[in-house]
């Protein structure tokens, strides 16, 4: 029986299944919770609360060490006149430390633990309207069973822009909303609802780029965090090189997503009937993510060194976000080449017309930073 190819096969897969499920990784996951802001003439302060959660049920993971990087993005390093940080551990079950050590720290099995962080900083006065986000990158050790790494996490804290600015032509069809960089302390529908044109018509359409919604999710990864196998390694090398799985983090990323065996499998699929002229089988066998993953400099700076994953449960926020603002709603992927796929939205029947209207990309693919485009629908009819 073992010289059967077929029954060789089979246990090839068996055992890259059992390797890829089976091997160990941390279960640290860190998300940032809520933040305030304070301005004292030129000083500018962000207090911020991040969660770190051990998601394993049997495994106490240790931290060793948390060090944060603030970054002001939009300005020069010139433009800065100081900026300075505090890390505060907030452990549940440990004393309050009055310096500035980090004690390594043991979370327990299904524990949470809180990390305060503030960030004071003073700019030039002509740098403050320039400044886009304040970016805090985390560089944080776990060490456990699985051995010791460091992983890399990173958020924005927002910096509001003036939602005055929001005026559509009354004889604009198409209009591409502004917005700050958003990021996993915003809310999607409070988003919306915060920069919604004031005269807009239950008739309009909203839609919203899927990358900015799924970074709003927290669906992205510093590339740094990605321990790309041989398999993805070689997997990607069949792709084109401006494609988002041409990398091996890339590629890994969605083995991660998928299994290692529906890729391998997708991918012959995919090249067989490339082979005789049909383009596309790999993304339609290796699952929605396969279309919707962004590899870094996909997203707009300051996520541009992370992937961006696609959006979940879309149809559930459009349902939800149409009934609370009282207007059509859709999540989009679109591109320079004039490709528009609807992801997910609240009527179908605006299909065509959203297609019509994004075709020429009217959202932009650099840092425009209009995430959000409104379409009169009764315009374009």
């Given at each position: 029986?073992?010289?059967?190819?077929?029954?060789?096969?089979?246990?090839?897969?068996?055992?890259?299944?059992?390797?890829?499920?089976?091997?160990?990784?941390?279960?640290?996951?860190?998300?940032?919770?809520?933040?305030?802001?304070?301005?004292?003439?030129?000083?500018?302060?962000?207090?911020?609360?991040?969660?770190?959660?051990?998601?394993?049920?049997?495994?106490?993971?240790?931290?060793?060490?948390?060090?944060?990087?603030?970054?002001?993005?939009?300005i020069s390093t010139n433009e800065i006149i100081k900026i300075n940080t505090k890390i505060k551990p907030l452990h549940p079950d440990a004393e309050e430390q009055k310096n500035d050590y980090w004690s390594a720290y043991i979370l327990k099995a299904k524990m949470s633990t809180f990390v305060e962080i503030e960030i004071e900083y003073e700019v030039k006065n002509t740098a403050i309207d320039k400044i886009k986000c304040l970016w805090l990158e985390i560089e944080w050790g776990n060490y456990g069973p699985f051995g010791s790494f460091k992983k890399f996490d990173g958020f924005a804290l927002p910096n509001f822009i003036d939602i005055s600015e929001i005026n559509p032509s009354n004889t604009s069809s198409i209009y591409p909303i502004r917005t700050h960089i958003l990021g996993s302390l915003d809310d999607p529908i409070g988003i919306l609802k915060s920069y919604m044109p004031q005269d807009y018509l239950p008739t309009d359409i909203l839609t919203i780029g899927e990358s900015p919604l799924a970074i709003m999710q927290g669906r992205y990864i510093d590339y740094r965090n990605i321990n790309a196998n041989l398999i993805s390694k070689l997997v990607c090398k069949g792709f084109h090189p401006t494609s988002s799985l041409a990398t091996a983090s890339g590629m890994q990323t969605l083995i991660d997503i998928s299994g290692p065996t529906r890729v391998i499998i997708s991918w012959f699929i995919g090249g067989i009937f490339k082979f005789f002229g049909v383009r596309g089988m790999f993304y339609r066998l290796a699952g929605e993510q396969a279309r919707l993953i962004d590899d870094i400099t996909g997203t707009t700076p300051p996520y541009d060194k992370s992937i961006v994953l696609g959006p979940k449960d879309t149809q559930t926020f459009c349902i939800k976000a149409a009934q609370s603002l009282n207007i059509n709603v859709a999540v989009v992927d679109v591109n320079d080449l004039g490709r528009v796929k609807i992801i997910s939205t609240n009527n179908n029947n605006n299909a065509e017309i959203i297609k019509r209207a994004l075709t020429s990309n009217p959202a932009g693919n650099a840092n425009q930073q209009t995430p959000l485009v409104l379409v009169r629908s009764n315009e374009l009819i």
């Open positions: 029986m073992l010289s059967n190819p077929l029954f060789l096969i089979i246990i090839i897969f068996i055992l890259i299944e059992i390797n890829h499920y089976l091997r160990q990784d941390s279960p640290l996951v860190l998300k940032p919770k809520e933040f305030r802001k304070i301005i004292l003439d030129s000083n500018h302060k962000y207090i911020t609360l991040v969660e770190i959660k051990n998601l394993k049920k049997r495994m106490e993971v240790m931290i060793p060490s948390f060090n944060v990087k603030p970054q002001l993005i939009g």
